[in-house]
């Protein structure tokens, strides 16, 4: 219910920033509409199984994975620069399944993003936690199954000390 009303709230406020309009018209559509859309998509909607609350510590951690997410892209540019500027133009591509055993579902889907956002790699498809991940030099392969943004995940996991 929480997680509706915030939803509703959410799209209620982008609606009376998007109609430029406080009129009773406008509000009275707008909270139909919101209501509406937040009603129709309510199994989109996440809840507290998905992923833990969020405090402090959770934050820290989700701060130190977006700046080591900003690093692990900077050097994967560089290799794929190495890669694509070389004379030859060699490269050993293959797939990579492995298992990273996370449990929260917002976990899975945010390691399959990071994986994706990093040049080089692509995830393909999630599955039961069986992640199978194309990537562009397979020399890197272990690299990305022991991936140090799992450790940060699985702490996301932990519960407050």
Known sequence: MRTRLLTFSMLFGFWLIVTERLHWDSIL????????VTQFNRDLLV???????????RARILLRHALQMILEVVKANIQVVRIVL??????????????PQLTYEW???????S???TPGTLTLDIERDV????ILEMTNADSLVGWAIQDNLRKLEEDSP
């Open 131 to 134: 992640y199978t991940v194309h």
């Open 29 to 36: 559509v707008g909270i139909i509409v919101c209501a509406f």
């Open 115 to 117: 994986i994706t956002l």
């Open 107 to 113: 976990n899975e889907v945010l390691f399959g993003n």
């Open 86 to 99: 070389s004379p030859n133009l060699q490269f050993n591509q293959g797939l990579v399944i492995f298992t």
């Open 47 to 57: 809840s507290g199984k998905d992923f833990p609350r969020l405090t402090f510590r």
